[in-house]
């Protein structure tokens, strides 16, 4: 494991006094909201403060927590009562799903549409290890584990769970990101594996490609925990995999609201098309999965504050539907499910 380069303390202290001290005064001005969150050295200031916390041992910032060797956790939209298995589904909540999940699972597979249900697990459950010891599991199951089991015993729709594999993965090279909440290159091509996998069961002309097929393409960028600690001392370098073959996926792109709805399409009419409802953790593994469809619709389940229903599909007419939702946001799949 990489070792953190801490900057001398001292010197970060001092200057972190010296800053703070320079502040008072410009406090007291009739500065207005746009001129304090705008001035000249906020960022570098920001991450003085946030390095000198992190020196003296603080772990505790806002929606993040800092763990075990450097690993960053998010605590946002219930994570942490999501980690400590604290807000179980109650059974009512369990058999609607899997009724709504069979009834759609059954309506399409009368109109001959492959339904694959993703959910990729949050990096508490895959890296446990790396989490605080203070933090406590008190429930004795997940919401993931309920809602699996559940299915399993009385419904006829199968769930994509990534867990086991990832944690057998994880023992060859890291899966997620230290400092981001999602999973890295390899832990999304283990899941884009997986996925292709299944969906070949069914449409044998999709087989996945082997790892050794992409090139590994790595930016320095300042990852999501990380950057909103505001934080330097967690460096971390961003990877995404490129298919080294002549032919790609073609995908264009639109925005709405602030959400992407994407498009991709492939010279070879024989292979399927699909339409993939998804969140931030399909962003690496959709152009994977694009060059195995002739045409596919992407679409952010998250919309304006809402979400997106089931229309594209009706829209459409795909041989495969793969509605992704991560494990955080689990609670929403019944109400996307909703007819």
């Not at 946030?50 to 910032?61: A, E, H, K, M, W």
């Not at 929606?63 to 999501?82: A, C, H, R, S």
């Not at 996998?197 to 990380?226: C, G, R």
């Amino acid at each position: 494991m990489k070792k953190i380069s801490y900057p001398s303390w001292y010197s970060s202290f001092f200057i972190f006094i010296f800053f703070s001290m320079l502040l008072i005064p410009l406090r007291q001005l009739n500065f207005n909201p746009h001129q304090i969150n705008n001035f000249y050295g906020r960022e570098h200031l920001i991450a003085l403060a946030s390095n000198f916390r992190v020196l003296i041992g603080d772990r505790v910032f806002p929606k993040i927590l800092v763990g075990e060797e450097g690993w960053l956790f998010y605590t946002g939209e219930k994570n942490m009562d999501d980690y400590q298995n604290v807000i179980p589904f109650t059974d009512e909540e369990l058999a609607l799903i899997q009724i709504n999940l069979d009834a759609l699972s059954k309506d399409y597979e009368e109109k001959g549409i492959t339904l694959l249900i993703v959910i990729p697990p949050r990096k508490s459950s895959i890296y446990p290890e790396y989490m605080p010891e203070e933090i406590w599991v008190r429930g004795s199951v997940s919401r993931l584990d309920q809602l699996i089991s559940y299915i399993d015993k009385n419904g006829k729709t199968s769930i994509m769970d990534f867990r086991s594999i990832l944690i057998d993965a994880k023992k060859d090279r890291d899966v997620y990101y230290k400092t981001d909440t999602h999973w890295d290159e390899y832990g999304s091509y283990i899941a884009y594996r997986e996925i292709t996998t299944e969906l070949a069961k069914k449409h044998p002309e999709i087989q996945p490609h082997p790892f050794t097929d992409y090139e590994i393409i790595v930016k320095n960028v300042s990852l999501d925990i990380a950057n909103n600690i505001g934080t330097n001392i967690f460096n971390e370098p961003k990877a995404t995999l490129q298919h080294q073959a002549e032919a790609y996926a073609d995908f264009q792109e639109i925005k709405a609201g602030g959400r992407r709805i994407l498009f991709s399409s492939m010279s070879n009419p024989d292979l399927p098309t699909a339409v993939i409802y998804f969140d931030s953790f399909f962003f690496p593994i959709n152009p994977l999965l694009g060059e195995h469809f002739s045409q596919a619709t992407y679409i952010q389940n998250y919309f304006g504050g809402g979400i997106w229903k089931l229309s594209w599909v009706e829209k459409n007419h795909p041989d495969i539907v793969i509605i992704e939702f991560t494990e955080r946001y689990i609670h929403d799949l019944n109400h996307f499910l909703e007819r």
